[in-house]
């Protein structure tokens, strides 16, 4: 196989080196952020609450409001993250990348956070309110609704995430289409099959017991399924 122009074999010590400092770079402006943003969490947690969930806070531990408060600062420091994580990932894999393959990683990075972001904001501003207002109403004329904070705040954490990354399909069918690995027409002919698929993977990876999330997810990716087909045409 051919090198790529430019790129110098190192000894796997200096590599590792590398990785390590580019790490550093990463995970100190994370631990600063997330001291910041602990700073006026509590803020930040009552406007996630009074959007998401209709009824009042209640903690079951001492410690259970700090730890909610440190694992949303957390998340939100990842977040703010990202751009600085893909930047230092690109740099450290970069000198063995194609040119090519250079201009691809860069076309497709701004998409992927801008779709993540898409997906995470759908989460917070449509699925969340409707999955909390519908359990909560369904269950209040037999008893009082008392959320644990922790447990919500995982909750709504994991169904964020879990947008953000279902809204990674088109790129990673994309990329599938362009290196070869899925031909369009293939994937027309088994369009049956993909829908099953794709409805099977929603109800697996959503955590909701009323299926309102994963109806919705399962739209959204049979959405993003159909937009992949009509945007690899002109990708």
Known sequence: MNSVPGDKELPLGEHILELRSRMLVVAIPIILITAIVFIYSGELLKMIWNN???VPMTIYS???LIVTRFKLSLA?????????LVYEAFMFIGKGLYPNEKKFFIKVVPFSFLLFTFGAFLAYFLVLPIIFNYTIFYSSDV?????????????????ILGFGLVFQFPLLLISAFKMGILKT???????KFIYGALIAFAFFI???????????VAFVLLILFES??????YF
């Not at 939100?76 to 600085?84: N, S, T």
């Not at 027409?185 to 369009?191: A, D, L, N, V």
């Not at 959503?206 to 919705?216: G, K, M, N």
């Not at 992949?228 to 045409?233: C, G, T």
């Open 62 to 64: 001492p410690m259970e």
């Open 52 to 54: 998401a969930i209709p």
């Open 185 to 191: 027409g293939f994937i027309k002919g088994k369009r």
């Open 206 to 216: 959503t955590p909701d017991t009323t299926a309102i999330s994963e109806l919705i």
């Open 228 to 233: 992949s087909l009509i945007i690899a045409r």
């Open 76 to 84: 939100a420091a990842l977040f703010i993250g990202i751009p600085l």
């Open 143 to 159: 008893a009082d609704p008392q959320v644990s904070v922790i447990r919500t705040i995982d909750t709504i954490i994991t169904l």
